[in-house]
Nanobody, 123 residues
Framework: QVQLVQSGGGVVQAGDTLKLSCSVS????????MGWFRQAPGKERETVAT???????TFVQYSLSDRCTIATEQKNRASLQIRRLKPEDTAVYYC?????????????????WGQGTQVTVSS
């Protein structure tokens, strides 16, 4: 069974840098499109960033484009970095993946989800 293991998060200070990592465990022989999504209290889930299996295609939400980076650390392991954190970055952050070599920014395309990690930015 394929699972996603997330690390990072917690309470961070405004202005700091957040780094989250996510690894595919289980059936790791395939290629995975991976992404990060977040959901703030009272708001709908939104796409933060996605990256294809080779790291050659990436997407970052426009409002975060000057502060956010998604990267492939190694096969089937991706990281998300958000710099100059703001209180409005407070949310539950989810890693998600779908096996394949395609690319998408649509959360409905992702069928493997991590447990989520709370990120709270204090001012």
């Amino acid at each position: 069974q394929v699972q996603l293991v997330q690390s990072g998060g917690g309470v961070v200070q405004a202005g700091d840098t957040l780094k989250l990592s996510c690894s595919v465990s289980g059936r790791t022989g395939g290629h995975y499109l991976m992404g990060w999504f977040r959901q703030a209290p009272g708001k709908e889930r939104e796409t933060v960033a996605t990256i294809n299996w080779s790291g050659t295609s990436t997407f970052v939400q426009y409002s975060l484009s000057d502060r956010c980076t998604i990267a492939t650390e190694q096969k089937n392991r991706a990281s998300l970095q958000i710099r100059r954190l703001k209180p409005e970055d407070t949310a539950v952050y989810y890693c998600a993946a779908v096996e394949g070599t395609g690319f998408s920014t649509d959360s409905s395309r992702f069928d493997i989800w991590g447990q989520g990690t709370q990120v709270t930015v204090s001012s």
